[in-house]
C-alpha cells in the first residue's frame, strides 16, 4: 500500500478519515465512535501501523463487498 494518509492501509479505499492530512488537529470524524476490529490491525505489517486510519468498513472487519 502507498503512504497516502487519505487510504485504508487494508484495502486502499479512502478511509473518509477528518484526521487524514488534516494541518490541526480535529474534533469530530467518524473513527472517534467505533471500535477498532484488532484482528485487521493486527493483519497490518508494522511499518504500515499508526500511519493511516482504517477505512469504516475494514474498522468494523466487515468483508469487502462482492463483484456480483
Given at each position: 500500500?502507498?503512504?497516502?494518509t487519505?487510504?485504508?492501509?487494508?484495502?486502499?479505499?479512502?478511509?473518509?478519515?477528518?484526521?487524514?492530512?488534516?494541518?490541526?488537529?480535529?474534533?469530530?470524524?467518524?473513527?472517534?465512535?467505533?471500535?477498532?476490529?484488532?484482528?485487521?490491525?493486527?493483519?497490518?505489517?508494522?511499518?504500515?501501523?499508526?500511519?493511516?486510519?482504517?477505512?469504516?468498513?475494514?474498522?468494523?472487519?466487515?468483508?469487502?463487498?462482492?463483484?456480483?
Amino acid at each position: 500500500m502507498s503512504d497516502d494518509t487519505n487510504r485504508c492501509p487494508c484495502c486502499g479505499q479512502l478511509n473518509q478519515c477528518a484526521q487524514a492530512g488534516a494541518d490541526a488537529p480535529v474534533s469530530e470524524c467518524w473513527c472517534f465512535s467505533v471500535s477498532i476490529d484488532a484482528e485487521q490491525l493486527a493483519k497490518l505489517p508494522p511499518e504500515q501501523r499508526n500511519r493511516s486510519c482504517l477505512c469504516p468498513r475494514c474498522a468494523q472487519g466487515l468483508p469487502e463487498p462482492s463483484a456480483d
